[in-house]
């Protein structure tokens, strides 16, 4: 039996130091495995962070693109509103270009990204950078306009959005000249003609796509009281629209030209050149197709409409009805606004 008093063995010595060298090594891996597992939270946590930023600045950019270019050619509004746009959407210190000229609006920003995680493996931050470019195509066809046309001198005058009124002219019997608005029957059968279908299609809009150059005929096959009547109802149903929800407006609420989408005070009408009267039913020739915001309809020695024409209206490309022009389609304000980078 061994004595209790005497020295351990040199056994259980080098046990001892095995065991504490085998501790140690634990403490460096789990030391090692903590800067591991940091590493790893950082590229699913911080990492993800980024991306998720990234991804929120390039809706943001892109939003603030297709904004400007709803305002183009004007290259002053498209700024602007690419800037509230952005603003709204908390875009960092957005920078904006024209890489197409008035064509194409070009959005751009960089935000510093702060990491929590990856600060153990000495990595701060990060930058995400987005870029957004809309471009504006002007259309050649379009759905839902209203069967009335105002004269090229006319759209010359006023397309700078000032106010102006108009009287309803009796083709039969008076030109349709500066200063006067005409009925159309847009309607390739002809049933636009007819006074309760002008009207409808006055009130709603025409379900069908006008064109440019597209000859059009004259609506009037009545008497200019029945046919100067359906536009005033026709038009006041728009302004009994209009003042309900969602846009309350009575005509005095907005101010030109910041009305909302889908108002229906808005409407797009033809432009097409002075006709005179007794002519066996003239066409018009739609030279242009333009937005208008109607303020108000009278009767009283004649019917009258005053209007402001709208500098532009956006639309959809996926809209039906809708036809895309090019380089060499009129551009009268009726356009559709994509992202193309």
Request: net charge positive; aromatic share 8%.
């Amino acid at each position: 039996m061994q004595d209790p008093k005497r020295p351990r063995s040199h056994r259980s010595r080098k046990l001892r130091d095995s065991s504490r060298r085998r501790s140690g090594s634990i403490v460096v891996l789990m030391a090692l495995s903590f800067v591991a597992l940091c590493g790893f939270a950082a590229l699913a946590t911080d990492y993800g962070q980024m991306v998720w930023r990234r991804n929120q600045l390039q809706r943001a950019c892109d939003a603030a693109a297709l904004g400007g270019a709803s305002q183009l050619p004007l290259a002053t509004n498209a700024l602007h509103v690419a800037g509230v746009v952005a603003g709204q959407n908390g875009v960092p210190a957005p920078t904006y270009g024209f890489p197409d000229g008035v064509k194409q609006i070009q959005v751009s920003a960089t935000e510093q990204v702060s990491f929590g995680f990856a600060r153990v493996i000495g990595i701060t931050s990060a930058n995400v950078s987005a870029t957004a470019i809309a471009q504006r195509i002007p259309i050649k066809g379009v759905p839902g306009n209203v069967p009335l046309a105002i004269t090229t001198t006319d759209y010359a005058a006023y397309k700078d959005g000032t106010s102006f009124e108009l009287r309803l002219a009796d083709n039969n019997r008076s030109d349709f000249a500066p200063g006067t608005i005409t009925a159309l029957d847009l309607r390739p059968d002809g049933s636009g003609k007819a006074v309760n279908q002008f009207q409808t299609d006055l009130t709603n809009g025409y379900d069908g796509t006008i064109y440019l150059d597209q000859q059009i005929n004259s609506a009037l096959n009545a008497s200019l009281t029945s046919q100067g009547q359906a536009v005033v109802d026709a038009i006041t149903q728009r302004f009994n629209a209009a003042a309900a929800a969602p846009y309350a407006d009575t005509g005095t609420n907005y101010t030109f030209p910041n009305y909302p989408d889908g108002d229906r005070r808005i409407v797009t009408l033809i432009v097409g050149d002075p006709v005179p009267a007794n002519n066996n039913n003239p066409k018009i020739t739609a030279r242009a197709i333009v937005p208008v915001y109607l303020q108000t309809v009278r009767s009283g020695g004649g019917f009258f409409l005053r209007m402001r024409i709208l500098p532009t209206k956006a639309y959809s490309s996926e809209m039906p009805g809708v036809v895309l022009g090019d380089d060499s389609t009129l551009d009268s304000g009726l356009a559709v606004v994509r992202l193309v980078g």
